[in-house]
C-alpha cells in the first residue's frame, strides 16, 4: 500500500473546466458517460494527463472526438488511466464507462441501498464511477443527465437545477440537471428510486423563496417533519449569525437506510443515513432527535464552510469539517442549552478523541501522511478540529470571529484552500498576532498543562503559574510548546466572582478592566512556562480555570478537594461546576480502583454523597445538567488514566458508586422520577428534554438496586412510556439485571418494534452493550438474528460496535471478546472495507492493557493483517496499531 504525504503536494497540471455526465442506469450494469473540457493550468504544458479509476470497465474513449489506442496513447492500471501526450492547449476527453452498482457492497460510488440507486463520493469514490482527476483542487461545472426504467425509478435527481426532463423509448425516462456552481468531484451526487418528498419552503434574507424537499421512501414520509423544521431552522440561523444565504433555488435531502458515516453534504442534494433523518416520538429519542437537529445543520452549513470554499487537499480536511462541527456545535447551543451541549462536546471528545490522540493512530488535526484518507475521518480531525476554531474565537471575540469568517468568504469563495488560507483570514481581519497557535494544526497529542496557584496576603496578588508537555506520538518524538488560551475567573469566599483589573505576565502590566467589572479572562499561554499574576485581589481566591473548556488539554490544578467541592456549589461558569464535579469523581474512582487492586473493603466518602445529593436536589439547576452532574465519568476515561488499563476494576468500581448512591439517594432519586414524568405528549424543547434527561438517569440508578419494588416501578415507567426516548430508557435500567424481568422486556420490545429497523438496530446495541459475563456467546447468537445483516453499517455500529464499547466484554480476559472481533473483521471487510476499518479500531488501544491481554489482542491484530485479500483500509489501521 502506499503511503500519501502533504510535504508532496504539487498543484494539478489539467484542470477541467466543465463535466457533463450522462447516467443509464441498469439492474445488470450502468454505462457511465463523460465529457470533459480539459485546460491546461498554466500554457505549454505536454505532461501526461493521469485519471484515477478503480472498480471500472473502460469502455471507449476519446480526445476531440477520436478515439485513443491503448498503450500509444493511455496506459491503464488497475487505479489510473494515463493520457501519455495529451494534446497541447484546451481538448475535449470523452470517457465511458461501466460499473455495476447493484453488488457494490463498499457503499462508496454509485450503489443501491433498499432498491434506490445513491452515490457516495467523499474522499475517493467518484473514481468508482468514471475516471477523473478524483482530488478536491480540480473544481468544474457540472451537468448530469440520468436516463431509467421510469417506473422502477421514478424519481431522478443530481445537484444543481433540474432544467430539462422527458420521457424515452421502452419505458425508460429522463432528467438533466445543472450545477451553477463548481465544485470537486466529491461533492458529486445521484439518486433514482421510488421515493415521496416532504415539500416545504424557505425565504431567504434577501426575499428568494426555496423549494426544500426531503425524500424517503413513502412510508417514512410522516417522519421527516423535525428534519424539516431542523432544515429551517439552520438556514436561518447560518443568516443572522454568520450572514450566509442560501445560494440555489432549490434543497434536496435523501434519506437511505445503507450508508456508512452519518451524511453527506453533496451540492444541494444531501445524502443522509435515515437514523439521522426519520423521527417520531414513538420511534426516536431525544438523542436521536437532537443528532438529526445537529448533523443537518452541519451538512447544511458545509454549503459555505466546504462547498463554496472547499478544501485544496484531504489532509486539510480539517478546514471544512472542523470549522462545520464547531458550527452545529453553535447552531445546537443556540437552539437548546449553552452549557449543556458543551458539557456534552467534551465528554465525547476526552471519551473517544483523548485516546486517539494518546495510541498508536494518533495525528495532529492536519495529518502528516495517510494510506486510505477513508481511514482519517476522524475525532481527531473533526472534534479536535472544532476545539481550534473555537479557540480562535475565545482569542478573538465573537466580533472578531466573525470579521475573520467574513474575510475568509471574500478571500476565497470558490477556491480550493489550506488551514493556513483560514488562519491568514483570522489574523488579517483582526491585526491579530497568534505566535504559534498554527501548531495546533501540526502537532498531534493532547498537551498537558499544570498549573500551581498562591495568593500574597501583603501584595494583594494572586499569581498561577502555569507549564506544559506534549506527549510524544507517532512520527513526532519532540514537541514544541502550544499557543493555549485558558479562561480564568477568580471567586471569593462567599462563592461570588471577583472582578479582574489588572495581570501582569512575561513582564508587561496588562489592564483588563478599569470600568465594566470583568470576571473572566483568558491568558495567553504559549510557552513551555509562564505566571501571571493578578493585582489588586482583596482575598485568597479560589480560581476557577479554563472556563468553558477553552483549549482541548488536560489539566493537572492543585485544587484540593474541598476547593473543587466549593467551585462545584458556586462557580457562575457553569461547565465548571461541573467540571468540578467529575474531577472529584474521576479521583474518587482512581482511589476505589487502587483500593479494588489490593482488595481492600471499598468504601464511598459520604463528602461525595453529600456532593451528589445537594445537586439532585437543587431546584434552581437546569434539569439536563443535573442529569450530567450525577452521571460518572465514563470508564474509558477512568482506563485512560491508569498506567495499565484495568477493566475489571475500573467496572466494578464503578458499578459500586453506582449502587451505593442509588442505596442512600434513593429518596431524592425516588421523588426526580415522580416529578418529572410527561405532563402530556412529546415535546422536542430543552425543558422536556432536560426533564426527561434527570427523570431518566434517576430511574437507572435506582434500577440498580434490583429490589423488587424498584423493579416493579421500572417496570410501569416502561409500560406507560408514550415515546421512545422514555421506554427505552427504562428498557435499559432493567437490562442491568439480567433475568427473567429483563429477557421479557427485551421480547416485549422486539415484538412491538420488529418491523422498524431503526428501533431495532437500538435493541440489537442494548443487548451488545451488556456487561452479563459471557455476553459475547449472545452478541454471536445476535448475528444470525434474521433482523441482523452484515452489510448494513447502522447494524454493524449497533451490534458489533455497541459490544467493543462495553469494556468487560471486549476485554474479557480468556481473549473471547478479541477473537470475536478479529473473526468479525476479516469477514466484514470483504463486504465493506470502511467499516470494518472502523470496528478493527477497537484493538488500537491494546498497549495500554496487562500482559495477557496485550498478548491475545495482538494475535487477532497478527492475524487480521495476514488475512487473503485485506483491504487498505483495515490495512493501515492494524498495520499502524502493531507498530
Ligand atoms: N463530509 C461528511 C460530513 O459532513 C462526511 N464525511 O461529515
Ligand atoms: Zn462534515
Redesign the pocket.
Known sequence: PKEAFLKDYKKPDYLFESVDLKFQLGEDKTIVSSNIAVYPREEGVSSPLVLNGSDLKLLSIKVDGKDLKMSEDYKLDLRHLTLVSPPNGAFKLEIVTEIDPIHNTSLEGLYKSSGVFCTQC??EGFRKITFYQDRPDVMAKYTCRIEANKEKYPVLLSNGNLIERGDLEDGQHYALWEDPYKKPSYLFALVAGQLESRDDSFVTCSGRKVALRIWTPAQDVPKTGHAMYSLKAAMKWDEEVFGLEYDLDLFNIVAVPDFN?????NKSLNIFNSKLVLASPETASDGDYASILGVIG??YF?NWT?NRVTCRDWFQLSL??GL?VFRDQEFSSDMGCRPVKRIADVSKLRNYQFPQDAGPMAHPVRPHSYIKMDNF?TVTV?EKGAEVVRMYKTLLGAMGFRKGMDLYFQRHDGQAVTCEDFYAAMCNANGADLANFLQWYSQAGTPCVKVVSSYNAEAKTFTLKFSQEVPPTPGQPVKEPMFIPVAVGLLDSTGKDMPLSSLYSNGVQKTISSGEPVYTTVLHFNKKEEEFVFSNIPERAVPSLLRGYSAPIRLDSDLTDADLFFLLAHDSDEFNRWEAGQLLSRKLMLSLVSDFQQQKPLALNPSFVDGIRSILSNTTLDKEFISKAITLPGEGEIMDMMPVADPDAVHAVRIFIRKELALQLKQELLAAVTNNRSPGPYVFDHENMARRALKNTALVYLATLNEPDLTQLVLSEYKSASNMTEQFAAMAALAQNPGQVCDEVLADFYNKWQHDYLVVNKWFALQAMSDAPGNVENVRKLLNHPAFDMRNPNKVYSLIGGFCGSPVNFHAKDGSGYKFLGEVVVQLDKINPQVASRMVSAFSRWKRYDEDRQALAKAQLEMIVSANGLSENVYEIASKSLA
Do not use: R, S
Request: proline share 0%; aromatic share 6%.
Open positions: 467523499e474522499a458515516m452519518g451524511a453527506m453534504e452541519h451538512e458545509h466546504g471544512k469539517e462545520t475521518d473533526y
